[in-house]
Each structure stands twice: as C-alpha cells, then as structure tokens.
C-alpha cells in the first residue's frame, strides 16, 4: 500500500527566509505532484513532475524529485506573505493519486 | 470553458437522509475522481472513473456510490449519510494521455461542504 508522508506538517517562516518542505512515500513511482490550496478554496496545481531527477521552478517555489530515495522537495526561496497555503504532495499510484497529509504554510512580516 | 463545476457549494443533512453531489468537466477528460477532505488527513479517494460507464473503489469507498453515464458528469450518492460523512468533497478530471504529459494533472472542483447532523 502507498503511502505518503509530508514534513512539517506546519511551518511558520518569517518573511525573506529560505526553507525545504519534504514528501517521502513507500512505494515505487515515478510521477509526483505538488498543488497549493487557500483556506476555504479548491487545489491548484504547482509541479508535474514526471521522472528521476526532474526539477521544475516557478517563482519562488522550487519542487524536485528523486525517485531512488522516493523523495520530493518543494523549496521555498525568499519567501512572502502571498505563499501563505497548504501544499500537499501526490503520488501516482496506478491513474490514481495518493496525498500527504498537507504542509500549512504561513509566512510572517 | 467552466473547467470542473460541483453541485451544491453547501449542504447539510439529517442522519439518514440521501443525497447526489454532482460534478461536471467540460474538457472532455476520461477519467474523474471524488475525494473528501478532513482536517489533517489530506485527500482520501472515495471513488473514480476511468471513462463513460465505468467505475472503481477507491480508499475509502464504503457508504457511497457513483454513477457515470455521460463522460462529462460524475456523480456521488449518499444512500444514508451518517455524521462521519460530514466533510468536505472534491471532484476531479484528468485527461488520459498515459500521464506523460506535463499536463496530466488532476484539475478539481471549487468543492461541495456537506454537514450530517
């Protein structure tokens, strides 16, 4: 059974700083996502990444994925108000997904 | 182009009552997703579809079922809600394009919360 694990699970940044969310899962994939979600809203997504290696940025998010160590990381760079969310990490699991628990974000002036 | 649509935003029930959530893609994808929602927990799959009159368990399928009988609309029945159903639910489509592509993620729906009192 995949599993998915998100850490932390909540992370308080002061506005400027740097810091790296991870996702770890169980099982063999080679295809993980990463979506934003506002309080109270719908997913959005962030990062496709579909092999070893790939590396996808975009602004001040920066995802990765090693497929070997079955690991992702989301790093966040200089880091503003705006990034305030939850992120959630998914895994392919065969046309499906499995989700981590979720990494509420909240950046602070 | 409405992307995904959930029908209703809100609802609350009694202990017992029934219901549909709808959803509806107009980017003709193949295959739709329901998930809820709890605090702290993620998404969990409840059901999907792979295509039109097709459908699977997911993780955490019983006391719902689903219907698909047009590619464009997925629907979930409560046959009789019980206040663990109380969440909120997500719809999703993809395309089916071996998920190769980097857009070959889940769009989902604005969301439908559901109270069982």
């Known amino acids: 059974e995949l599993k998915v694990e998100q850490n932390p699970l909540f992370l308080s940044m002061q506005e400027g700083k740097n810091y790296t969310i991870y996702c770890n899962y169980s099982t063999t994939s080679d295809r993980l996502y990463w979506y934003r979600q506002d309080p109270g809203k719908s997913l959005e997504s962030l990062f496709v990444l579909l092999s070893n290696g790939a590396v996808k940025q975009e602004g001040r998010l920066m995802a990765s994925l090693d497929t070997k160590a079955r690991l992702s990381t989301l790093h966040i760079t200089a880091a503003v108000h705006d990034l305030s969310a939850t992120y959630f990490c998914?895994?392919?699991?065969?046309?499906?997904?499995?989700f981590g628990a979720g990494t509420i974000l909240r950046v602070k002036s | 182009n409405a992307g995904v649509t959930q029908t209703p935003k809100f609802r609350v029930l009694k202990t017992g009552q029934s219901m549909t959530l709808l959803c509806a893609q107009d980017m003709n994808h193949e295959y739709m997703y329901w998930y809820r929602q709890d605090p702290g927990m993620g998404l969990r799959l409840i059901h999907y579809?792979?295509?039109?009159?097709?459908?699977a368990k997911g993780e955490v399928p019983d006391g719902y079922n689903v219907s698909r009988l047009k590619k464009q609309n997925f629907l979930l029945g409560l046959e009789s809600a019980a206040p663990s159903q109380t969440s909120v639910y997500f719809c999703?489509?993809?395309?089916?394009?071996?998920?190769?592509?980097?857009?070959?993620?889940?769009?989902f729906g604005p969301g439908t919360r559901l109270t069982v009192l």
């Open positions: 998914a895994v392919d699991n065969g046309n499906k997904l499995v």
């Open positions: 579809s792979v295509g039109e009159g097709t459908t």
């Open positions: 999703a489509s993809t395309a089916d394009s071996g998920w190769s592509y980097d857009t070959d993620t889940q769009y």
